[in-house]
Every structure is written in structure tokens, then in C-alpha cells.
């Protein structure tokens, strides 16, 4: 089955305590993205990557570092998490095809709490 | 820079209701228009999209959308709404180029009453 998945699903922190998010993508992408979600700001973009070792800031980089080593995966890295960083994280993947390239596929996100 | 407005925070409609949720856009070229939905505790479901060509879309689950350039919508609509339609609804948009970062709305919670 074509999927987006990450992990953890779920993670409670403390503020400082480097973390990493995984996301793994099983379609063959070259693309891939990091977005995170808040209350009624819908998602916005971390970071993305158009393919192995490229990786280029989104909308809201700061305090996130990602790295694309193989195609398939994508990991989101805080170094320092901190309150204001408690969200809910999606990563997502799109079709090198041209046409398609446009539908991202999501993973189920990470609901991320810094105390 | 570009930019989506979903303007109904939150729906309530009765099961076999037609519903329409609207989202207006600006963006200064030509638009790929997309509406997401998400169900608790879910990840982020492709309902349609829209490149170019007809300006009628179809999408999955009964779903169909309509882009109009000229007031700057892509409005999502279905004529029978099932209980388990019941989700929050998201309009993007985006270019091809580039980041491809999409622009969301801020999104539109779907309640359905029995």
C-alpha cells in the first residue's frame, strides 16, 4: 500500500531535549515536505526537499533542522524543542510525474507537546 | 503573496443536506487549487483538485468543486451529506514550481446532525 508514515505518532516532551521525527515514504518521491499545524492557522511549510541531499527552508524554519540522505526518508530534527513548537506535524511526498507532482500525499502526523 | 480564505469556521447541517463550503484565494498566477479533508485524528485526505481545463471538478466520496476566476473561489459542494462526512476541510493552493509549498486555509469544521 502507497503510504506517508511517522513516527512517533505521539510525544511528550521537555523543553531542550533534541528529538526526531521520522517520516518514510514507500511511492518512490523525490519530493518531500515538513509542515506543522495550529488552530486556526492551518499548515504551514518547515522545510522541503526536492530530492537526496537537497533541502531548503520553508515558511517557518526556525528551531527545526531536516536531513534527506535516501529518497524515501525524511527526518524532522529539534535540537532544542521549546513550548511554542508544540504542534501537530505532517510530513508529506509528491510524484516526480509533472502533472501529479502537485498531489502530496500526507502522513497521519505527529502531535508534538513541549513542556 | 498568496493566500486562502476559508470564511465559515464551522458548519452544522443535517444528514442528507446539500453543503457547500467556500474558500476564496489570491494569487498572482495561475492557481492549482486543492480542498483536503481530515478526519479526527487523521492525517490530511486528497478530495479534488484543479490544474486547468474544466472548471467542474469531481472528487472522491461525492465531492465536487467549482473554480471561478472571477471571484477568485474554488467553493467544495455535495448534494447529500452523510454522517460520516463529518471532518474538518481544507483549501489550498499552490504554484508547480519552485518549493510547491501549498497555502492552506485555515479550515472548515463539518458538523452533521442525524
Known amino acids: 500500500e502507497a503510504q506517508v508514515t511517522q513516527n512517533p505518532r505521539y510525544l511528550i516532551t521537555v523543553t531542550g531535549k533534541k528529538l526526531t521525527v521520522t517520516c518514510s515514504q514507500n511511492m518512490n518521491h523525490e519530493y518531500m515536505s515538513w509542515y506543522r499545524q495550529d488552530p486556526g492557522l492551518g499548515l504551514r511549510q518547515i522545510y522541503y526537499?526536492?530530492?537526496?541531499?537537497?533541502?531548503d527552508k520553508g515558511d517557518v524554519p526556525e528551531g527545526y533542522k531536516v536531513s534527506r540522505k535516501e529518497k524515501r526518508n525524511f527526518p524532522l530534527i529539534l535540537e532544542s524543542p521549546s513550548p511554542n513548537q508544540t504542534s501537530l506535524y505532517f510530513c508529506?511526498?509528491?510524484?516526480?510525474?509533472?502533472?501529479?507532482?502537485?498531489?502530496?500525499?500526507f502522513g497521519p502526523g505527529t502531535r508534538l507537546t513541549v513542556t | 503573496a498568496q493566500s486562502v480564505t476559508q470564511p465559515d469556521i464551522h458548519i452544522t447541517v443535517s444528514e442528507g443536506a446539500s453543503l457547500e463550503l467556500r474558500c476564496n484565494y489570491s494569487y498572482g498566477a495561475t492557481p492549482y487549487l486543492f480542498w483536503y479533508v481530515q478526519s479526527p485524528g487523521q492525517g490530511l485526505q486528497l478530495l479534488l483538485k484543479?490544474?486547468?481545463?474544466?472548471?467542474l471538478v469531481q472528487g472522491i466520496k461525492g465531492f465536487e468543486a467549482e473554480f471561478k476566476r472571477s471571484q477568485s473561489s474554488f467553493n467544495l459542494r455535495k448534494p447529500s451529506v452523510h454522517w460520516s462526512d463529518a471532518a474538518e476541510y481544507f483549501c489550498?493552493?499552490?504554484?508547480?514550481?519552485?518549493?510547491?509549498?501549498?497555502?492552506f486555509g485555515s479550515g472548515t469544521r463539518l458538523q452533521v446532525q442525524p
Open positions: 526537499s526536492m530530492n537526496v541531499e537537497v533541502t
Open positions: 484543479y490544474f486547468s481545463g474544466d472548471t
Open positions: 489550498a493552493v499552490g504554484p508547480y514550481t519552485g518549493r510547491r509549498a501549498l497555502t
Open positions: 508529506a511526498s509528491s510524484s516526480p510525474d509533472r502533472l501529479s507532482s502537485y498531489e502530496q500525499y
